[in-house]
T-cell receptor, first 113, second 115 residues
């Protein structure tokens, strides 16, 4: 079945790089997403990557995709206290094409000053 | 401003008392869905709708109903709420394409407590 796994917690110091990892099982996924959820808010799309890409960079964000290992990572350079949030990895349920997003459990990023 | 609006933001209710959480989007999106978010489980899809009058079950539909009479609105109905439906609920919408690779826009969430 379709499943997405993330570690639950990551703590870094301000100015360091953060790397949030995600694994997924659906090999037919065509798009993989990273969402950010700040306290008391909804989910905001940060970035996404198409499955035929290995890497995508967008300012401080770098997404790496290892399709063979079904491993996705989000690197945040020069992490700031404003980056403290929950980060969700998600894939579209590619095999069903219903548009369903399958989410990981979310990684809470804590940034210490 | 493009947005998905949910109401109410917070709700405390008693077991068995019917309630409706409303969701409205102003982007003319065909696709709308409801998710619930629980600690350690991420978000799970409850119901979705590909277009007006077209709805289908997601992964956790038990105890919920939905309707899609108009394109912009997709209410979530709990006919007889139970404490295990205490959760944070999100409505989302996106435009529909063949590959469904479009961005999903999320509402601010509704925190429901059933006592």
């Amino acid at each position: 079945g379709e499943d997405v796994e993330q570690s639950l917690f990551l703590s870094v110091r301000e100015g360091d790089s953060s790397v949030i990892n995600c694994t997924y099982t659906d090999s037919s996924s065509t798009y993989l997403y990273w969402y950010k959820q700040e306290p008391g808010a909804g989910l905001q799309l940060l970035t996404y990557i198409f499955s035929n890409m290995d890497m995508k960079q967008d300012q401080r964000l770098t997404v790496l995709l290892n399709k063979k290992d079904k491993h996705l990572s989000l690197r945040i350079a020069d992490t700031q206290t404003g980056d403290s949030a929950i980060y969700f990895c998600a894939e579209r349920g590619g095999s069903s094409n219903t548009g369903k997003l399958i989410f990981g459990q979310g990684t809470t990023l804590q940034v210490k000053p | 401003e493009a947005q998905v609006t949910q109401n109410p933001r917070y709700l405390i209710t008693v077991t068995g008392k019917k309630l409706t959480v409303t969701c409205s989007q102003n982007m003319n999106h065909e696709y709308m869905s409801w998710y619930r978010q629980d600690p350690g489980l991420g978000l799970r899809q409850i119901y979705y709708s590909m277009n007006v009058e077209v709805t289908d079950k997601g992964d956790v539909p038990e105890g919920y109903k939905v309707s899609r009479k108009e394109k912009r609105n997709f209410p979530l109905i709990l006919e007889s709420p139970s404490p295990n439906q205490t959760s944070l609920y999100f409505c989302a919408s996106s435009s529909r394409t063949e590959t469904m690779n479009t961005e999903a826009f999320f509402g601010q969430g509704t925190r429901l407590t059933v006592v």
